[in-house]
Each structure stands twice: as structure tokens, then as C-alpha cells.
């Protein structure tokens, strides 16, 4: 007979947030209010909040209206970089994101996952690193443990799995590069 999953079994005991229940609660309430409402379109007032909670934020860092950071204290961010409508930092993990970048709509970077594999469907968490001038297009996904290398591209909807090469356009799920990334 195969086994099959148990989520009762689930434990996560081992997982630090990285802040007391009092951090990570004021957070969930300011993400709320200034993050993932569409009704503030201020981008340095919500720089100054995630500089407040921790993040390490670059100059000039523009963040639309409806992004959502799980813990800011886990966020470094380059200076010059633009982050998009409805992009979703899950960073249960550090995510470093260098300058120049763009996160374009409905991006995602998702730090965690789950070890399908165990009946407890363990959690797995993993770093995301976007070097310098990457390009995540819109509603495309970064996972756990990938590097995005210098100015690399992840196109429209595709989901990179594994790191992506320096000045490569990267496209698919799982995303394959396609072509080289050629800036005049």
C-alpha cells in the first residue's frame, strides 16, 4: 500500500520568523495598511517602513501599490530597482535583490516550499539572490535557492527552478535560457 501525506503530522517547530510575535504581528498590520493596499500609491513612505522593520533598502527604490513582503528584516534591496503591482516577496528566507532590478506585475520570489516526498510534508526554505539589472516579468516566479545572475531575464509567466546564467533571457516552466540578453 503507498503512503500518502498527513498534514496532521506537519511541524515547523524548527522555523524562526526572525522576530517576536509583537514584530511580526505590527508588520502584518503595517503590510497590510501601506503594502498590499492599492490605495497608497507612496513609495518612500513605504521604503521608510521596511527600512524601520529592518530591510536593507538601496536610494531611489520605487515599490508600486498592492506588493506583499512576508518579513521585511529578511530584505536587502538595491538602489534604483522597481518593484511592481501585486508582486509577492515571500521571503520565509533572505532575498537579496540588487540595483537596477525590476519585479514587474504579479511577480513572485517564493523563499519556501514543501518536501513532497515525506508524509509530513516538511517545509524547505531556500535564498533567492537577483544580481544587479535582473528583469523578473510579470506573473513570472522565482523559487528557493535560485540566483538570477547579472541582468538576466525571467520572461512573462515562466518559472525559474534553477539559477539563471549572467546576460541570458530565460524563458518557460521550467524556465530555459533562450537567448542572449544584448543591452545597446
Request: aromatic share 10%; glycine share 8%.
Amino acid at each position: 500500500m503507498r503512503k500518502k501525506v498527513n498534514n496532521q503530522s506537519f511541524n515547523n517547530a524548527w522555523f524562526n520568523k526572525g522576530g517576536s510575535v509583537v514584530k511580526v504581528a505590527l508588520w502584518y498590520l503595517t503590510n497590510t495598511l501601506f503594502f498590499k493596499n492599492p490605495l497608497n500609491p507612496f513609495s518612500k513612505i513605504k521604503v521608510l517602513l521596511l527600512r524601520l522593520f529592518g530591510a536593507k533598502v538601496g536610494e531611489n527604490v520605487f515599490i508600486k501599490p498592492s506588493v506583499n513582503i512576508k518579513y521585511p528584516w529578511r530584505l536587502v534591496v538595491g538602489s534604483h530597482t522597481w518593484i511592481g503591482e501585486n508582486v509577492w516577496i515571500d521571503n520565509l528566507s533572505e532575498v537579496k535583490i540588487g540595483a537596477h532590478c525590476c519585479l514587474s506585475q504579479g511577480a513572485m520570489l517564493l523563499t519556501g516550499n514543501h518536501n513532497y516526498k515525506k508524509t509530513s510534508f516538511d517545509l524547505i526554505v531556500g535564498e533567492i539572490t537577483l544580481e544587479d539589472g535582473v528583469w523578473i516579468g510579470a506573473q513570472a516566479i522565482v523559487t528557493a535557492g535560485v540566483t538570477c545572475r547579472s541582468h538576466s531575464i525571467l520572461t512573462v509567466k515562466s518559472v525559474a527552478t534553477k539559477d539563471l546564467g549572467e546576460y541570458t533571457i530565460n524563458q518557460g516552466n521550467p524556465a530555459i535560457n533562450v537567448k542572449e540578453r544584448i543591452i545597446e
